[in-house]
């Protein structure tokens, strides 16, 4: 069966530090990879997505970047994280088909101060 | 552009009591449908789906069905329990375009005993 890893599940980092946050897909194989970020209050928004090694497609322009080195493992990360990066982070995960819903991680909430 | 409105919650409800989550989409053609949910401290969930007009998506209970006619999607329980006490986001998948999910908002349902 698939299991998706997501880590760590709680961060707390201090203004301008970096940020990396880590994302593996296990029993799968060129899976479509999701990065969604979940503000406090607020709902899910779609932050980058990933349709093969190397392939990031961002949405909204920030101060994250996400990179695909391997088929399954997927990493968000930010060079100086401002205080506007706390929240939710969830990585998720779908197969190739037309209609596959989305399994998500149990994801990361970081707390920027 | 394509979006997701759901109702604003928090929806505070009696044990046994019925339930409605309205949910309406915007988007081009007709895409899937997903209802999800997320369970405190935890990631999302698949609750439920349906990828065609009609279609009705049902799973532990919860029903909704895909109305192309009101582009609605609404979320509905008979009977609700203590353990339901979720966040609950409407989701869809478009044809065109990005391979990714669209979310609303998240509505925050509370059970009472």
């Known amino acids: 069966s698939q299991t998706i890893h997501q880590w760590p599940a709680t961060l707390v980092q201090p203004v301008g530090s970096p940020l990396s946050l880590e994302c593996t897909v296990e029993?799968?194989?060129?899976?479509?990879l999701y990065w969604y970020r979940q503000a406090a209050g607020r709902g899910l928004q779609l932050l980058f997505y990933?349709?093969?090694?190397?392939?990031i497609s961002s949405e909204v322009p920030q101060n994250l970047s996400a990179s695909r080195p391997q088929d399954r493992q997927f990493i968000l990360s930010s060079k100086k994280l401002l205080l506007s990066d706390s929240g939710f982070y969830l990585c998720a995960w779908s197969a190739r088909g037309m209609d596959s819903p989305l399994h998500f991680g149990n994801g990361t909430r970081l707390t920027v101060t | 552009g394509n979006s997701v409105t759901q109702m604003e919650g928090p929806v505070t409800l009696s044990e046994e009591a019925f339930l409605t989550i309205n949910c309406t989409y915007t988007?081009?053609?007709?895409?899937?449908l997903f209802w999800y949910v997320q369970y405190p401290g935890e990631g999302l969930q698949l609750l439920l789906k349906a990828t065609k007009a009609d279609d009705k998506g049902s799973n532990k209970g919860f029903e909704a069905t895909y109305r192309k006619e009101t582009t609605s999607f609404h979320l509905e329980k008979g009977s609700v329990q203590v353990s339901d006490s979720a966040v609950y986001f409407c989701a869809f998948l478009s044809v065109t375009g990005r391979r990714a999910l669209t979310f609303g908002s998240g509505t925050r349902l509370q059970v009472q005993p």
């Open positions: 029993g799968t194989s060129n899976p479509n």
């Open positions: 990933s349709v093969g090694i190397g392939q």
């Open positions: 988007a081009t053609g007709y895409p899937s």
